[in-house]
DNA sequence: TACGGACGCATACCAACGGTATGCAATCCA
DNA sequence: TGGATTGCATACCGTTGGTATGCGTCCGTA
């Protein structure tokens, strides 16, 4: 079914492209489609360029013209992937305003989106040992890890007391952590359902007292401010 | 000098042995140390089997005579690494008793911990892709996760409330994945020092605000308990 | 509309790697 | 002191990621 959707869009896209544009591009959509499907059953390893390029039905000849590599086709997998969750993120906030209400709802749509088996496989758990972490970070700075950063900023924001960047900044990386974690342990679950109520619980009583302390309008001691020398 | 060390105590330990069984154990010893030190430098991918068997002064005989293959090995060195962790953060919190006060002194061993470079490439940044995720968390579960399962049981059982055992799994999960994260952020930082600070200093606050919670006696909502059909 | 060049891709090949099969010498046990 | 076993070296194989080369097709241009 993915294969007759992939071959129904075939030149059927990209209007104002040529004929040789299209076929390109259609080639390039054929091989990450491939590649995702098989990356996420298999894991990179296990996944070979000539079992990829055969589910494409091209050559390898095709894959080293268009990417440098297994590694960028891998890359390329990894930005759509990641584009993927970081819009239905995205869409699932739009609405709420309230800082602690989005912060909700963006916990509960990452939940979501980190259920998704490509996202789990090709992001969470092979994602840093394959783009190595520096890339790997470079590529989560502009997508799942954006959206953490405005929340924290949002609801950190709130209070009385300002943070700093590298403050924001180190807030949002253990959310992302903690988040990134509650998704895997959801979706090891044996009952998913009630694993993820138990991690919008636990997450919901962390929020709650971090809203405790600025309500009560206790001071951040930011060790950037905190002179004790 | 790692190899000295070695070389020295070649024969020299485990007394009660024979010699055929000192030998094999010295072997042992020098694969599982040279593989270490280079799954530390290169990476699982980037480690070759004749590289490894080459730094240990023996072949590809002895390598498969005791391991299974190159994942098995890589198995043995995860164990070791995280054994040398766990070790470290149990001897800084066994004088505290105060659970919040071995709460912090747990989160600045880890912290410390996690900055080791084998720990970050072998355990945190490449273990779940090499082991696959299953393997992963069955040797997380009896290691460093087993120290955050503690110290949560700790500290949230000092409210009035109990949780049951996967509540506090729930909640344990997720600040393993934080410190994790956390550790990542302090060790890639340039100045590890503020970083470091800084972790501490969030992840303090999250615990303030969690104390904060428990001192007011709130209830926590566990869905287990809370019925609303 | 003919054509030279560039582009997209297939084919054939290679070196390196993980893993296996076999052999042999040192050690242990009888 | 012999045979059995253990510990390991050597030689080999299939697969894999990557490269070199060649050819057909489409495009811009005059």
């Given at each position: 079914m993915s294969k007759s959707a992939a071959a129904k869009r075939l030149l059927s896209e990209i209007p104002g492209a040529s004929r040789r544009q299209q076929y390109s591009a259609s080639t390039r959509r054929a091989l990450v489609d491939a590649a995702a499907r098989l990356f996420t059953e298999k894991g990179y390893a296990a996944t070979s360029l000539d079992a990829i390029v055969s589910s494409a039905r091209v050559t390898k000849g095709a894959l080293y013209h268009h990417y440098s590599g297994k590694?960028?086709?891998?890359?390329?997998v990894f930005e759509q992937v990641e584009q993927a969750a970081k819009k239905s993120i995205?869409?699932?906030?739009?609405?709420?305003?309230?800082?602690?209400?989005?912060?909700?709802?963006?916990?509960?749509?990452f939940l979501r989106a980190v259920q998704?088996?490509?996202?789990?496989?090709?992001?969470?758990?092979?994602?840093?040992?394959?783009?190595?972490?520096?890339?790997?970070?470079?590529?989560?700075?502009?997508?799942?890890?954006?959206?953490?950063?405005?929340?924290?900023?949002?609801?950190?924001?709130?209070?009385?007391?300002?943070?700093?960047?590298?403050?924001?900044?180190?807030?949002?990386?253990?959310?992302?952590?903690?988040?990134?974690?509650?998704?895997?342990?959801?979706?090891?679950?044996?009952?998913?359902?009630?694993?993820?109520?138990?991690?919008?619980?636990?997450?919901g009583f962390i929020l709650a007292g971090l809203r405790s302390l600025v309500d009560q309008g206790v001071e951040f001691a930011d060790p950037a401010t905190t002179e004790n020398a």
């Open positions: 590694q960028a086709l891998y890359e390329a995205s869409k699932a906030v739009a609405g709420t305003k309230d800082p602690w209400e989005k912060a909700q709802a963006a916990l509960t749509a998704d088996p490509s996202y789990r496989r090709v992001v969470v758990q092979e994602g840093p040992a394959v783009l190595g972490y520096e890339r790997y970070r470079e590529q989560e700075e502009h997508s799942s890890f954006a959206i953490v950063i405005d929340i924290v900023n949002n609801v950190l924001s709130a209070g009385t007391w300002e943070l700093d960047e590298p403050m924001i900044d180190t807030f949002a990386r253990i959310f992302h952590g903690a988040l990134n974690a509650a998704g895997e342990s959801v979706a090891a679950d044996p009952d998913p359902e009630a694993a993820s109520a138990r991690v919008e619980a636990a997450i």
